[in-house]
Protein backbone atom coordinates (compact mmCIF):
# COMPACT_ATOMS: atom_id res chain seq x y z
CA UNK A 1 0.00 0.00 0.00
CA UNK A 2 1.09 3.47 -0.09
CA UNK A 3 -0.05 6.16 2.12
CA UNK A 4 0.25 9.80 1.11
CA UNK A 5 1.05 12.95 3.47
CA UNK A 6 0.42 16.21 2.48
CA UNK A 7 1.85 19.64 4.55
CA UNK A 8 2.49 23.19 3.57
CA UNK A 9 -1.26 24.29 3.28
CA UNK A 10 -2.52 27.73 5.71
CA UNK A 11 -3.43 31.21 5.20
CA UNK A 12 -2.02 33.45 3.22
CA UNK A 13 -2.49 37.04 1.41
CA UNK A 14 -3.28 37.92 -1.98
CA UNK A 15 -0.19 37.87 -3.86
CA UNK A 16 1.64 35.81 -1.77
CA UNK A 17 2.99 32.34 -1.92
CA UNK A 18 2.51 28.74 -0.02
CA UNK A 19 4.48 25.52 -1.04
CA UNK A 20 2.57 22.16 -0.58
CA UNK A 21 4.68 19.13 -0.16
CA UNK A 22 3.39 15.56 -0.06
CA UNK A 23 5.38 12.76 0.63
CA UNK A 24 4.58 8.55 0.03
CA UNK A 25 5.55 5.98 2.09
CA UNK A 26 4.77 1.89 2.34
CA UNK A 27 5.51 -0.34 -0.02
CA UNK A 28 5.70 -0.43 -3.82
CA UNK A 29 7.65 -0.65 -6.90
CA UNK A 30 7.21 2.52 -8.31
CA UNK A 31 5.80 5.12 -8.76
CA UNK A 32 5.21 6.81 -12.24
CA UNK A 33 3.00 10.35 -12.56
CA UNK A 34 2.65 12.64 -9.18
CA UNK A 35 -0.01 15.34 -9.47
CA UNK A 36 -1.90 18.12 -7.26
CA UNK A 37 -5.81 18.18 -7.54
CA UNK A 38 -8.06 20.77 -5.75
CA UNK A 39 -11.52 20.54 -5.46
CA UNK A 40 -14.20 23.67 -4.37
CA UNK A 41 -17.66 22.27 -1.90
CA UNK A 42 -19.60 20.54 -5.01
CA UNK A 43 -17.69 20.86 -7.65
CA UNK A 44 -15.52 18.17 -9.12
CA UNK A 45 -11.85 17.79 -8.50
CA UNK A 46 -10.02 19.29 -10.75
CA UNK A 47 -6.25 18.93 -12.25
CA UNK A 48 -3.78 21.53 -10.89
CA UNK A 49 -0.33 19.70 -12.25
CA UNK A 50 1.26 16.46 -12.88
CA UNK A 51 4.48 15.02 -13.24
CA UNK A 52 5.89 12.10 -14.79
CA UNK A 53 8.44 9.80 -13.83
CA UNK A 54 10.58 11.24 -17.07
CA UNK A 55 10.22 15.26 -15.70
CA UNK A 56 7.15 16.16 -18.21
CA UNK A 57 4.58 18.50 -16.50
CA UNK A 58 1.07 19.79 -17.25
CA UNK A 59 -0.77 22.71 -15.79
CA UNK A 60 -4.67 23.70 -15.46
CA UNK A 61 -5.00 26.98 -17.65
CA UNK A 62 -5.36 28.83 -14.41
CA UNK A 63 -2.41 28.57 -13.00
CA UNK A 64 0.09 28.05 -15.82
CA UNK A 65 2.96 30.77 -15.23
CA UNK A 66 2.04 30.90 -11.03
CA UNK A 67 1.97 27.35 -9.87
CA UNK A 68 5.34 25.00 -10.33
CA UNK A 69 5.30 21.50 -10.20
CA UNK A 70 8.51 19.36 -9.26
CA UNK A 71 9.34 15.91 -7.21
CA UNK A 72 12.46 14.46 -5.84
CA UNK A 73 12.46 10.68 -6.59
CA UNK A 74 14.89 10.05 -4.15
CA UNK A 75 12.54 11.17 -1.53
CA UNK A 76 9.27 9.67 -3.25
CA UNK A 77 7.74 13.93 -2.67
CA UNK A 78 6.20 15.89 -4.96
CA UNK A 79 5.97 19.56 -4.34
CA UNK A 80 3.60 22.38 -5.45
CA UNK A 81 5.43 25.89 -5.46
CA UNK A 82 2.62 28.52 -5.73
CA UNK A 83 2.59 31.97 -6.56
CA UNK A 84 1.24 35.03 -7.18
CA UNK A 85 -1.75 33.57 -5.31
CA UNK A 86 -5.63 34.39 -5.44
CA UNK A 87 -8.77 34.33 -3.40
CA UNK A 88 -10.17 32.03 -6.02
CA UNK A 89 -7.41 29.41 -5.39
CA UNK A 90 -9.06 29.29 -1.72
CA UNK A 91 -9.88 24.78 -1.85
CA UNK A 92 -8.56 22.05 -0.74
CA UNK A 93 -5.66 20.34 -2.36
CA UNK A 94 -5.06 16.60 -2.77
CA UNK A 95 -2.09 15.39 -4.17
CA UNK A 96 -2.40 11.84 -6.38
CA UNK A 97 0.04 9.27 -7.05
CA UNK A 98 -0.16 6.72 -9.75
CA UNK A 99 2.00 3.81 -8.12
CA UNK A 100 3.08 -0.16 -9.14
CA UNK A 101 2.95 -2.02 -6.14
CA UNK A 102 4.62 -4.82 -7.99
CA UNK A 103 6.13 -5.98 -11.44
CA UNK A 104 3.04 -6.60 -13.48
CA UNK A 105 0.45 -5.00 -12.04
CA UNK A 106 -1.21 -1.82 -13.27
CA UNK A 107 -0.67 1.41 -11.46
CA UNK A 108 -3.42 2.27 -9.33
CA UNK A 109 -4.16 6.25 -8.21
CA UNK A 110 -3.38 6.64 -4.36
CA UNK A 111 -4.54 10.09 -2.78
CA UNK A 112 -3.42 12.31 0.27
CA UNK A 113 -6.23 13.38 2.84
CA UNK A 114 -6.06 17.15 1.53
CA UNK A 115 -4.84 20.25 2.90
CA UNK A 116 -6.61 23.48 2.77
CA UNK A 117 -5.14 26.62 1.35
CA UNK A 118 -7.06 30.07 2.07
CA UNK A 119 -6.25 33.07 0.26
CA UNK A 120 -7.12 36.61 1.58
CA UNK A 121 -7.95 39.36 -0.06
Known amino acids: QVQLVESGGGLVQAGGSLRLSCAAS????????MGWYRQAPGKQRELVAVITSGGSTKYADSVKGRFTISRDNAKNTVYLQMNSLKPEDTVVYYCNFKATLRIGVPAMDYWGKGTLVTVSS
Open 26 to 33: GSFFSINA
